[in-house]
């Protein structure tokens, strides 16, 4: 009687020897930064948990198309599969019954956080609006469908799209509109490193701020994984390891921004209305001045 009973409370227990198999998004470009941190996130996350639920493997997911991804997780296809991606109201988890995030955003709170290119012959004239007060007044462009559109139109602002990345890099050139914003951490490489970047300048007295958090998606049956990223996050940040790991990682970037110099915009992010999550706790505190409206 005694070994069955012990036999079910071992089947009870999480199993320190088994490997936990993880299928993680692919990232396709492993020098894209706004990617590249989130690896060693979730790696900081699982060994904060190690002892608790045991060893893990990280696989990563074929590269897919985005509808794909989404299916592919709807239908947990892929053994724990986690992807990462923006707050979105057309992929609301608490609507859809098949997936849910996690509340820690993985940017912490950066990706918000947009400065803008222009060009020598838009200059004088970006001064000049920004010096009346009618920032409104100038065109911003993005990319086609990215969260930052619906994100600024809600707030007032002209904007036109672009079909691909690297397009709004040549309509900037050609003057097709005013700015062209980007996150602090990506205008950093974008300026030093980007080829349709060179010659481009950044505006220096102003940024917007939304909050745009990136979450980790996962199946609602993958309940054991959504506890220990949950647990291991919420562990490493306390101990100071990911505030740590991301000063060293950001730090630059964030200083290349000079956030403290600028007046900051704040704008709304409609598809976050009504969202309960206490995510923004974990933002990385950014020495920036008072946010105003626009």
Same mark, same amino acid.
């Given at each position: 009687m005694k070994v069955v009973i012990l036999a079910?409370?071992?089947?009870?227990?999480?199993? +320190?020897?088994? @490997?936990?198999?993880?299928? *993680?998004?692919?990232i396709k470009n492993p020098n894209d930064l706004r990617m590249g941190w989130i690896a060693p996130l979730i790696n900081l996350a699982l060994e904060r948990t190690y002892e608790e639920y045991g060893a893990y493997t990280i696989k990563q997911a074929p590269v897919m198309a985005?509808?794909? /991804?989404?299916?592919?997780?709807?239908?947990?296809?892929?053994?724990?599969l986690i992807l990462f991606n923006t707050y979105h109201k057309s992929r609301p988890p608490e609507l859809t019954g098949d997936y849910t995030f996690i509340d820690f955003p993985l940017q912490m709170g950066l990706l918000g956080y947009r400065i803008c290119f222009h060009t020598k012959?838009?200059?004088?004239? +970006?001064?000049? *609006?920004?010096?009346?007060?009618?920032?409104?007044?100038?065109?911003?462009g993005q990319g086609k469908n990215w969260t930052d559109v619906s994100i600024l139109r809600?707030?007032?602002?002209?904007?036109?799209?672009?079909?691909?990345?690297?397009?709004?890099?040549?309509?900037t050139h050609a003057n097709r509109f005013d700015l062209f914003c980007r996150s602090v951490h990506e205008i950093y490489d974008e300026?030093?490193?980007?080829? @349709?970047?060179?010659?481009?300048l950044i505006e220096q007295t102003f940024a917007f701020y939304y909050p745009m958090p990136i979450f980790i998606y996962t199946h609602k049956d993958n309940r054991a994984l959504i506890e220990r990223l949950k647990k291991g996050l919420v562990?490493?940040?306390? @101990?100071?390891?990911?505030?740590?790991?991301?000063?060293?990682? *950001?730090?630059? /970037?964030?200083?290349?921004?000079r956030?403290?110099?600028? /007046?900051?915009?704040?704008l709304e992010n409609p598809a976050m209305k009504g969202v309960k999550s206490d995510y923004a706790r974990y933002n990385y505190p950014i020495n920036a001045p008072a946010t105003s409206q626009p």
């Open positions: 079910t409370l071992l089947l009870l227990l999480p199993s +320190v020897w088994a @490997d936990t198999t993880i299928t *993680m998004q692919a985005p509808a794909r /991804r989404w299916h592919s997780l709807e239908n947990n296809k892929y053994t724990n012959e838009k200059a004088s004239y +970006v001064k000049e *609006m920004i010096s009346k007060g009618k920032i409104k007044n100038l065109i911003i809600h707030g007032g602002y002209t904007v036109i799209e672009a079909q691909g990345y690297n397009e709004l890099f040549k309509m300026y030093h490193s980007h080829k @349709d970047a060179q010659g481009l562990l490493a940040y306390q @101990d100071g390891s990911i505030p740590t790991a991301f000063k060293q990682y *950001m730090g630059e /970037r964030i200083r290349f921004a956030l403290s110099e600028r /007046r900051i915009i704040q």
